[in-house]
């Protein structure tokens, strides 16, 4: 039985090997049997396929990886673009059968709401936060320097002796 | 004997962690010298200790000493010496141990080094550190001892993961333990500050060289990684907002923005307060890093419930300091007082700025890679954040970032002019402008942004360039006088200009690389050609070769021009590791300038086809260079004599010195 890596980021040494084996010769990412004569069809194929994440992988479009799931997958996609539908048919018809974990770009729901609109509040919230201190800087007192402990004012008496 | 010797030390090591972790703190309280002078002295011998209990570790894996249980697991004695020396940490236990290693060497240099440090906050953060220590050595001993022996000895070892055994190995994970383990020494000291709870400006001036010099090895910690992802994985991709990369960027992320806060603290006395949390954010999400990597929650959070003593033992310690020191920072901070008052307009305001985008894109950062998890872990939901989001939301923070960074060194402390700084910037505006020019001229049809890419590379690149020669008048006074004020500079000074300058360059080799590579996917019989850019690939046979503990199947390409002019030859392979049934793709690079010819290749098919994928990478080696050059920015801020407190200072140079202040 010969048995390959899925996905090996080099930063596996942390990862602690999350390795998937599967049984088989190790294939090739995208090859060039699978490719559409067409060059506008396959480009279109070649960009669906970065969006769609081989689901035995760890975090891989079916683009990259080599398992032979995504290589199901890739012929799939390019067979729904020969039979006419467009981007956003092959896209739904595969999140149908395999479901959303599919995407890598997560679509706007429910439950990805806090996912895409986090970042921009964040955003806001930092802007307003600063905006808020320095409104409220330009109004208050300097405060007066730190009082020195009992062992930095006898340091700065002899450091004045010295001088 | 050995690896009982090197579970015993590290018990020792765990019984002074305890000393360091307690006496100096009762020793602050009570204003005893002696026991806070226990401090530096238990942290050297607690590191003495660490290191041989890691060397035992390592004489082990050397030796294939296949009694060991994690020798056994992960070494094989064919392997050349330098992967069984390297395995040592390309597993779960051993990479726990470098983390404890890396620690207690950070404790060591602050007690060998820290002399010149208040007694007080020197010990404090001597306590601190060992805090983690502890926690770190007990989660060791208990849940991850590579000590272990098995009874019958088993002949041979199980090998090292293939894909690991690459001289990336030697470099990548060490580095990238020092960069966020590092940063626990900036931790400890906001701590000992809180615990204080005065902290001035000269705070800032003690932490940064070591925030610095942690920074310098996570850039080149990752860095490297991506490089070695870029060779090893065989499509020739560098970056993919993988977990495990994120648990990296983040870090990095918090630690340039408080390598930056920290400035306007050291220079300004403001931004105290903020300074402190980045130092404890930072570290924290090199805690959470940890946990993400080390306890399997990534694979899938089922694996993580199937066997979660590891993951629940890091989760306790991620909880217990970060919610520990959060909530210390929330009761202490409001007692600090706030100092140095700014313009917007102001080298202080774009530092602010700075800290702003780059505190927004690690956050960004955070909830791309953490909001699945919670979100299975919640809802039983599954979805994916790849790439796509990543591009989508982190590009648009760094843009302003990038486009405001050539600002902030031209403008001046407390109050800048703005007018000013853009006049000074007009050259570099209209370097940018003829590249984005040239760029839309040259390009066929390729993506509309990437001129504006290059142009903005281009603009940071000759933004770093005018700060200098603003600093050293070169266009304006005589060559000689110019030099004079180069040489006057204090190194600060050129370790910003350099530092910023590579982060144009990594942006240049980003853009152009994904902009105007190229790619060719093919299947080639003996002697047949395949073209790329303006070169020709020739598929000239294959042959096999046995290496030490695998075997290659090596296929030979010629490469020539197109107008037939010999290159060299290239000779991707396959290669078969026997003891695990695995194979791996070793690709072939080119290298052009600071180009690439890369090519991998696929298995062959019985009738003597190969499968090849075959990349032009225009400008590839930029990426990492410019990574290069910040680290070396980084080294010649470090050599500033300001931060080398303690060094004798000729007379001379002190004029330069206020002028810089």
Known sequence: MIVKVCRHATFTVLLGLCLLLLNAWPLFAVES??????????????????????????????DDSEAPLAHDLRVLVRERLKAGDSDAQVVNFLVARYGEFLLLRPPLTWHTAALWGLPPVVLLIGIVAIVVIVRRRRNAPIPPPANLTAAEESRLSELMREG | MIAELGHYALMLAF?????????????????DPTLLSVAAPAALVQFVFVALSFGALAVCYVTSDFSVLNVYENSNSAMPLMYRLTSVWGNHEGSMMLWVFILALCGALVAAFGGNLPAKLRANALAVQAWIAVAFQLFILTTSNPF??????????RDLNPVLQDPGLAFHPPLLYLGYVGFSIAFSFAIAALLEGRIDGAWARWVRPWVLGAWMCLTLGIAGGSYWAYY???????????????????????????????????KRGALKVWTILLAILAFSLSLIGTFLVRSGVLTSVHAFATDPRRGIFILAILVAFIGGALALYAWRAPLLKQGGLFAPISREGALVLNNLFLTCACATVFIGTLYPLALEALTGAKISVG????????????????????????????????????????????????????????????????????????????GALVDLAERTMILRVPLGAA????????????????????????????????????????????????????????????????????????????????????????????????????????AALMRRGVSQLYLSLG???????????????????????????????????????????????????????????
């Not at chain 2, 019984?15 to 204003?31: F, K």
């Not at chain 2, 080639?524 to 294959?542: M, N, Q, V, W």
């Not at chain 2, 070396?632 to 010195?657: C, T, Y």
Request: some cysteine; glycine content about 10%; overall charge positive.
């Open chain 1, 33 to 62: 049997k699978e490719m559409l004569a067409d060059p506008a069809l396959e480009a279109r194929a070649r960009n669906l396929s970065k969006e769609l994440r081989c689901m035995v992988c760890q975090n891989q479009s079916i």
């Open chain 2, 15 to 31: 019984g002074l962690a305890l000393i360091q972790a307690v006496m100096p703190i009762v020793g602050a309280r009570n204003d």
């Open chain 2, 148 to 157: 272990l022996r098995i009874a019958d000895a088993p002949f041979e070892g």
């Open chain 2, 232 to 266: 090893e994985l065989g499509w020739g991709g560098y970056w993919f907002w993988d977990p495990v990369e994120n648990a990296s960027l983040m870090p990095w992320l918090a630690g340039t923005a408080l390598l930056h806060s920290a400035v306007v603290m050291e």
């Open chain 2, 387 to 462: 790439p796509p989001f990543f591009n989508a939301t982190f590009g648009p923070l760094f843009v302003p970032l990038l486009l405001a960074m050539p600002f902030g060194p031209l403008l001046g402390w407390k109050r800048g002019d703005l007018l000013g700084a853009a006049q000074r910037l007009t050259a570099a505006a209209f370097v940018a402008a003829v590249a984005i020019a040239a760029a839309f001229a040259l390009q066929h049809g390729g993506p509309v942004l990437a001129p504006f890419g290059v142009g903005l590379a281009l603009f940071v690149m000759t």
């Open chain 2, 483 to 586: 030099l004079r004020r180069a040489a006057g500079l204090p190194r600060s000074a050129w370790g910003t200009a350099v530092a910023h300058f590579g982060i144009g360059v990594t942006l240049l080799g980003i853009v152009v690389v994904s902009a105007w590579g190229a790619e060719r996917i093919a299947a080639l019989k003996l002697g047949e050609s395949i073209d790329i850019a303006h070169y020709r690939l020739t598929f000239d046979g294959l042959f096999n070769q046995q290496g030490p503990n695998y075997r290659d199947v090596v296929g030979r390409f010629t490469v020539r021009r197109t107008n037939g002019d010999l290159l060299g030859v290239m000779e991707p392979s396959r290669r078969m590791f026997p003891a695990r049934n695995m194979a791996t793709t070793e």
């Open chain 2, 603 to 661: 298995d062959p098919d019985p009738d003597g086809t190969v499968p090849v994928r075959l990349y032009f990478k225009p400008l590839v080696l930029l990426i990492w260079l410019g990574a290069v050059i910040m680290f070396v920015g980084g080294g010649l801020s470090l050599s500033d004599r300001r931060l080398r407190i303690g060094a004798p200072r000729p007379a001379k140079v002190r004029a330069a010195l206020q002028a810089a202040e």
